[in-house]
């Protein structure tokens, strides 16, 4: 018994240090596979050494509160400051939650690393989760429109690729914009659903606005107005086949050789008594041949042309319905295009690349000659739009519509002079021209027979374009618009949007005292002043801008802080003037001017501080 109990302590024995070593080479498996793995503050102090500036700690001014900051909640974290909610996950493979205006935008790291760290605030308004990938570690910050993250790779064996995967409620596409950046697309996005103001009813052809309208389209001047009873005659016109007796349409038929006697024999000797009656009954017989003919004819002209019409109408249809889905794509926020830096300031190559709903970074630094760590940073910027009256535009329709009645003639019969002595009442109408009834003819001076006619009427087709009724075009604009925004009233002094670049809320009601009278808009109140603009249009309009600074000099809040909370207020202005990808040069250029007109306080301000 001793002895089996000793090799069953022997098998236990080899056993558990079997596993032990399992156990350990596991783990020293695994280490080796996720890199040296460090603490959040160790991920902090990688970051920073790429890059000072990027986690550093925003010291506000006195009197001033950070612009945004993060707070811990039971599921994660939640951003303060910022105008969309943005919430944060503790575990580094959950999502970031944005909110945008076509619903919550969750973007998603792919292929996050096992060995990830529980996310930790910094500095109060950063969250970093240390060994998100090999060597490598993200930190996200809350913006005012949306949320910045930084990559931080600690050394060559840190993946080149960092992807992670975007997701919008309803349906959304991702684009790559000219810039570098990605676009992404709400492509279901309503705007006449979402328009919120009055809607307009269609405006009725033929009115006073529609010929505003009409004016004001290149395309629709072109074209005439729908006639309400412009279909009526196209559609009766066909039943509206007539004889005609007119002595001036006689002589243009024989004059253009359309009243010639068929060949053959012409009938000889002298018509009987009664024959005139017969004539006559001929003739009726042959008008309503000619015109049953006509009618026929006239009604599969018109069918063909309202076959055309209907073709015609749904190509027009299919682009219009093209224009609303084009117009129901907005662009709910965009990836900033990438950048990246190693420890000595130079710039690592870096992109960004899409395919289906991924975003991937590709960070060039293997083999390369690069100093670690290093950070790269991918920024998503929420957009912010309404919805507006965009334009009005025609609604078209193929219009078939009676152009002109044209002559048709017919060979009835002979007849012979002497028909005009046997009851017949023949009226002379010029140049040997005789008719006999219904019907025409020309006595030669042989007075022998000659050939009779009848002459109707028949309708002439045309088609053209007409505007039926004028509908309005809603669609995204930008949430800044130029006359919407830079137009409407304002006090430079209780205006949220720039007095909170220079003064806090507790002083935003106290009186100022001005040395010159007050805020004067941009420039010194000297004669030179003139000529430093408020405004250019279509790139800025600074006067809040500059009335808040002046507001700020007034208050003696310190020069150095009111030069920076006028750039700060420029640059916010720009934002929101150009919120929009498509309007990136003008965003650059509005502040590229802030920068000059920050140049030219901070350099030259001193004076106008020291005497406000």
């Known amino acids: 018994m001793q002895g089996d109990r000793a090799v069953r302590r022997r098998t236990l024995v080899c056993a558990l240090f079997a596993m032990l070593v399992v156990a350990f080479g596991a783990t020293t498996a695994v280490s080796e596979d996720f890199g040296n793995l460090v603490t959040a503050d160790e991920a902090v102090e990688s970051i920073t050494q790429a890059d000072s500036n990027v986690l550093a700690e925003d010291t506000p001014a006195e009197g001033e509160e950070t612009a945004t900051s993060v707070k811990a909640t039971e599921s994660g974290f939640e951003a303060t400051g910022t105008q969309p909610d943005v919430t944060l996950s503790k575990e580094a493979e959950d999502p970031i939650s944005v909110e945008t205006q076509s619903g919550d935008l969750e973007v998603t790291p792919v292929g996050t690393s096992p060995a990830a760290g529980d996310g930790e605030v910094v500095n109060e308004d950063v969250v970093v989760y240390p060994n998100t990938g090999t060597d490598s570690d993200t930190a996200v910050r809350p913006t005012e429109n949306g949320v910045e993250t930084f990559t931080g790779i600690r050394s060559e064996e840190a993946a080149e690729d960092f992807s992670f995967k975007v997701d919008l409620d309803g349906e959304e596409k991702l684009e790559k914009t000219d810039d570098g950046g990605v676009a992404i697309i709400d492509t279901d996005a309503d705007p006449a659903a979402a328009y919120e103001g009055e809607k307009p009813a269609d405006v009725a052809a033929g009115t006073d606005r529609a010929d505003e309208l009409k004016a004001a389209d290149p395309a629709a001047t072109s074209a005439s107005d729908a006639r309400p009873d412009a279909a009526t005659d196209a559609a009766t016109a066909a039943e509206d086949i007539r004889p005609v007796d007119d002595p001036a349409k006689v002589e243009q038929a024989a004059d253009s050789g359309a009243l010639e006697a068929p060949a053959g024999e012409k009938p000889a000797g002298e018509p009987a008594a009664g024959s005139g009656e017969g004539a006559e009954q001929a003739a009726d017989a042959a008008v309503e041949a000619a015109v049953a003919e006509a009618k026929a004819e006239a009604t599969d002209e018109l069918g063909e042309l309202r076959q055309e019409a209907a073709r015609s109408n749904a190509v027009i249809d299919e682009a219009a319905e093209q224009t609303d889905e084009?117009?129901?794509?907005?662009?709910?926020?965009?990836?900033?295009?990438?950048?990246?830096?190693?420890?000595?300031?130079?710039?690592?190559?870096?992109?960004?690349?899409?395919?289906?709903?991924?975003?991937?970074?590709?960070?060039?630094?293997?083999?390369?000659?690069?100093?670690?760590?290093?950070?790269?940073?991918?920024?998503?910027?929420?957009?912010?739009?309404?919805?507006?009256?965009?334009?009005?535009?025609?609604?078209?329709?193929?219009?078939?519509?009676?152009?002109?009645?044209?002559?048709?003639?017919?060979?009835?019969?002979?007849?012979?002079?002497?028909?005009?002595?046997?009851?017949?009442?023949?009226?002379?109408?010029?140049?040997?021209?005789?008719?006999?009834?219904?019907?025409?003819?020309?006595?030669?001076?042989?007075?022998?027979?000659?050939?009779?006619?009848?002459?109707?009427?028949?309708?002439?087709?045309?088609?053209?374009?007409?505007?039926?009724?004028?509908?309005?075009?809603?669609a995204w604009m930008s949430y800044t618009d130029y006359e919407y925004r830079d137009h409407v009233s304002y006090d430079p002094a209780t205006d949220s949007d720039f007095a909170s670049a220079y003064a806090p809320a507790s002083e935003l009601d106290e009186p100022v005292a001005y040395a010159a009278g007050g805020p004067n808009g941009c420039g010194p109140a000297a004669w030179y002043g003139k000529h430093v603009p408020d405004a250019i249009k279509g790139v800025f309009n600074f006067r809040r801008s500059c009335d808040g600074h002046d507001i700020c000099y007034a208050r003696q809040r310190g020069k150095e802080f009111c030069d920076r909370g006028f750039r700060k207020a420029m640059f916010r202005y720009c934002g929101k003037r150009f919120p929009e990808l498509k309007q990136a040069v003008k965003y650059l250029a509005c502040r590229a001017a802030a920068n000059i007109y920050y140049g030219a306080v901070r350099d030259f301000g001193q004076s106008a501080y020291d005497n406000a």
């Open 326 to 474: 084009d117009a129901s794509e907005v662009v709910v926020a965009t990836i900033k295009p990438t950048w990246a830096k190693d420890a000595d300031g130079d710039a690592v190559e870096t992109s960004l690349s899409v395919e289906g709903d991924t975003v991937t970074m590709h960070v060039e630094h293997q083999d390369e000659d690069v100093a670690y760590p290093i950070v790269a940073d991918p920024w998503v910027e929420v957009q912010r739009w309404y919805v507006g009256i965009s334009h009005w535009r025609p609604v078209w329709r193929h219009e078939t519509y009676l152009s002109h009645w044209g002559v048709g003639t017919a060979h009835v019969n002979w007849a012979h002079p002497a028909q005009c002595w046997n009851g017949r009442r023949c009226h002379y109408w010029g140049n040997g021209w005789h008719s006999i009834g219904h019907v025409f003819t020309r006595f030669e001076h042989g007075w022998n027979w000659a050939a009779t006619y009848t002459f109707y009427t028949y309708p002439i087709y045309a088609q053209r374009w007409v505007i039926a009724h004028w509908e309005p075009v809603y």
